[in-house]
């Protein structure tokens, strides 16, 4: 039997990919057993480090992850361990991107989807709040949060939460999205982890 998928979907550029090694590394992953799956390839193993996987998989250009990006997870619990793979994926993008791995990579994204038990959808709190005025949630978030809300194991992560301008983002994402989980995070400091775990623990 496969292992249950926590799935981590946004837009590109919003974090996901630091999320996924410092939530690893803050649920006791010392080294990171890495599956990588580009879209129409084969699944390939790597093991990296913390320090290895933060500087080869995170980056300042938007869509640095083109494919799945499986870390198995044990979860430490009071009552014992649960078992989980944690997914990062290939970012989302407004409308149908030119480029065709991007296109290649958000399609296989999107089919993941429909398989994952748990969905952490995140959103850049510092972006979402810098226009100042009222500005409509993109399309795509929207839509996510539209799929995402008719099931249990669906939480929106407003990331970035150590930046002045999360804040205002924050406020604005939880008016654009009642009746959603919106937890505040920043996976640069680790901050909003303890509650993100919480949430992961009950929906497995
Ligand atoms: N200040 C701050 N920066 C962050 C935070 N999370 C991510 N970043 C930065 O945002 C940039 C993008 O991070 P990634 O984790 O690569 O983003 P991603 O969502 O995986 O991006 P794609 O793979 O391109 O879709 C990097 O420069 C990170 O250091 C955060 O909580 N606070
Ligand atoms: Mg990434």
Known sequence: MSLKACMIIGKANVGKTL?????ADYLQVTRLEI?????????HCRSLSRKEALQELTGTTPHQTLG????????????????????DTSGLTEGIPDETNIRRAMAQTLAEVREAAIILHMIDASSHGKSGAIEAMGQVDWQVAQFGGMRKGYAVLANKMDLPEAAAGLRQI?????GHLVLPISALHKTGFAEVK???WRHL
Do not use: D, H, W, Y
Not at 19 to 23: H, S
Not at 68 to 87: N, T
Not at 174 to 178: I, T, W
């Open 68 to 87: 799945l990006q499986c870390i198995q997870i044990q979860m430490p619990g009071l009552k014992g361990k649960k078992r989980f793979s944690l997914m």
């Open 198 to 200: 919480q949430f992961v």
């Open 19 to 23: 999320f996924a090694i410092n939530f």
């Open 174 to 178: 939880r008016e654009e999205l009642p």
């Open 35 to 43: 599956e990588f799956t580009p879209p129409g390839e084969k699944t």
